[in-house]
């Protein structure tokens, strides 16, 4: 009996020691558990000021949404070098006039005519191609303007050229030049001999002319980059605009191309037969009179006669 009494107490004991050692495994699961994953990550103690203070007063990572550390860097937004180029036809009632609106209206946004090409045959078939520089932040402004105000926009072409790395690359390419040229400066003045100092002369002399174009390059991306480039054609109101057709490829391409080559060819033999005419007619004379004077000659050159040939030996006497 007391046998039974002691394995029932020591079943209740073993019982009540199990269930205890769930729950604590439960609750040191859910305590140290991520986001719901049933992985168990060790418990990290919070730092205190004092060590924070202690390593430079670095701020501790923080936690992106999938529990990973993040690193607290800045991102900079780099500025991108862009060129802006436009092309646009206009029909104007008067096409002088309209050419003066344009510039008008390019020189109060703070822009300026880089090139004029006009044609006037009459008031109604007159024509005029301007080439404008605009700030670019006056660029969409002033194309509604020349479209809207100048009269029937007929077309309009936009395009951009992001040079963002092409400038990157010729200004690390000057730096580069630039440092070159000055050690080779800083060189020359060390040469001894004559040799030496011809040398470095020559490698100084074509690091300049480097330097030089890598110094254009990047004025010209400059320039191109601060001012957007827009062509502006004005044509009168009954000028008639040829839209560019697409070349044909294939065959009817390669016929097209040989018969305007035929055309050309035939153009430039004209041409030539047309300037040589007049100096062909002027000696045609002095042609014929040394033509008749080489035939005279030869009618009145006796002709040579060639003697007999004589008897030859007797060969009985022989």
Known sequence: MRRIRYGIALATACSALLLAGCGGGSSTNALTSDSG??????????????????????PRPQRQDNGGPVSNVKLIQQDRQVIYTGSMTVRAKQVTTAVQQAKQIVTSAGGYLSKEETSSASDTEDSAMLEFKVPPDKYAEVLARLGKDLGK?????????????????????????????????????????????LQVEREISTREADLESLQA?????????????????????????KDPEEEPAGFLGGLKAGWAALVSFTKVALTVLGALLPWLIASLPLIVLVIYLARRNRVRRPPVTTPPPGPGPDPEAA
């Open 217 to 241: 390059q990047q004025k010209e991306l400059a320039t191109q980059v601060a001012m957007a480039t827009l062509t502006l054609r004005l044509v009168g109101p009954v000028t008639e605009v």
């Open 153 to 197: 926009q007929l077309s309009m072409n936009q395009g951009t050229q992001d040079v963002t790395m092409q400038m990157a690359d010729v200004n690390s390419r000057l730096k580069s030049a630039q440092q070159s040229l000055d050690s080779l400066r800083t060189l020359l003045k060390k040469a001894d001999t004559i040799g030496q100092v």
């Open 37 to 58: 994953s049933g992985a168990a990550a060790p418990a990290v103690a919070p730092a205190s000021p004092a060590q924070e203070q202690a390593v430079g007063k670095q």
